[in-house]
């Protein structure tokens, strides 16, 4: 079975930074893509960014573009998200996810594996 453990979030203020893990067991690195999403209060599952494992090749969503950076060490089968200059909109419960596709997208539906989510608040 694929699972996918998320960590890493915390509290911080606006202007800082956190890091963001995504450990993957029983997944094929290079057969797929990884992708953030996140969903804040009373919102819904917004993609932030994602990397196709073939090639290295990323997406990021215009709010996070030059903020957030999605990078992988294949050696531990993991994916990290850092996220710098937050913002207080940047508060929400960020969740990992793995597609067997070669995809470079943020579309939900591409996604077959779901972590559970890990919480990041950003105060101002």
């Known amino acids: 079975d694929v699972q996918l453990q998320a960590s890493g979030g915390g509290l911080v203020q606006a202007g800082g930074s956190l890091r963001l893990s995504c450990a993957a067991s029983?997944?094929?690195?290079?057969?797929?893509?990884i992708a953030w999403f996140r969903q804040a209060p009373g919102k819904g599952r917004l993609g932030v960014a994602c990397?196709?494992?073939?090639?290295?090749?990323?997406y990021y969503a215009d709010s996070v573009k030059g903020r957030f950076t999605i990078s992988t060490d294949n050696t531990k089968n993991t994916v990290f998200l850092q996220m710098d200059s937050l913002k207080p909109e940047d508060t929400a419960v960020y969740y990992c996810?793995?597609?067997?596709?070669?995809?470079?997208?943020?579309?939900?539906?591409?996604?077959?594996?779901w972590g559970q989510g890990t919480l990041v608040t950003v105060s101002s």
């Open positions: 996810a793995a597609s067997d596709l070669l995809v470079v997208t943020t579309t939900p539906s591409s996604y077959n594996y």
């Open positions: 029983g997944y094929t690195f290079d057969d797929g893509a």
């Open positions: 990397i196709r494992m073939s090639d290295g090749r990323t």
